[in-house]
Every structure is written in C-alpha cells, then in structure tokens.
Nanobody, 123 residues
Framework: VQLQASGGGLVQAEGSLRLSCAAS????????MGWYRQAPGKERELVAS???????NYVEFVEGRFAISRDNAKGTVFLQMNSLKPEDTAVYYC??????????????????WGQGTLVTVSS
C-alpha cells in the first residue's frame, strides 16, 4: 500500500483546511486509517482514526473541531479541520493499518505511512 497525502498549507487562526490521503495498491486490505501529526521538537501523535465501518476516534484536543471520513472504495481518508489554532501547526501524516491472508492462510499485518503534509496556522 502506498499513501499520498495532500491539502496542507498556511492558514490564519480560526480558518479551515481539508487534508486528503489517497491509497494505492492492496487497498482492500486496509482496516483502519488515521491521521497523526508531529510538531517541531515533539513526538508524533494521533489526531483521529476511522475503521472500515465508519467508527471514529478523536483525541481530546481536536474533538469538535476536526472530522475524519473515508471512502473505502477509493481507499481515501479525509481530515476536515475547522477552527484551527496556532498549536495545530505540524506535519500531518496519514497511516493505514492493513491485514490480509497470504497464500498459506496466514494473516499478514502491516502499517503504512504517507509522506506528510505541512499545516501552518498563523495567529
């Protein structure tokens, strides 16, 4: 699976951005898709995730402002970010958690990351 993220940019505080992440390859094996972010000098952290049947999970600091969605047929995940704050400035990465059965009937589990897209929020 390959992931291509896009949609980052520079926005003023209280503005909005929509991130997209398109998967290619064995997209039928994707179980969970998510967005993470990494600010300068900080560790990468989870922002939101979504399962194949649409169950979502948000971290507290984005709940009510961000919304994650996905198109299973296209292997695409989106992150709508509203009411952005300067502290949301980071490189945002998409992640796909995959599982499929190999020719021997054994489960194969792997995680894949996109290349990251920079979001900068000015005050």
């Amino acid at each position: 699976v390959q992931l291509q993220a896009s949609g980052g940019g520079l926005v003023q505080a209280e503005g909005s951005l929509r991130l997209s992440c398109a998967a290619s390859g064995r997209i039928s094996s994707i179980k969970v898709m998510g967005w993470y972010r990494q600010a300068p000098g900080k560790e990468r952290e989870l922002v939101a995730s979504i399962t194949g049947d649409g169950r979502t999970n948000y971290v507290e600091f984005v709940e009510g402002r961000f919304a994650i969605s996905r198109d299973n047929a296209k292997g695409t995940v989106f992150l709508q970010m509203n009411s952005l704050k300067p502290e949301d400035t980071a490189v945002y990465y998409c992640k796909a958690e995959t599982m499929y059965y190999n020719d021997y009937g054994e489960p194969v589990v792997a995680n894949y990351w996109g290349q990251g897209t920079l979001v900068t929020v000015s005050s």
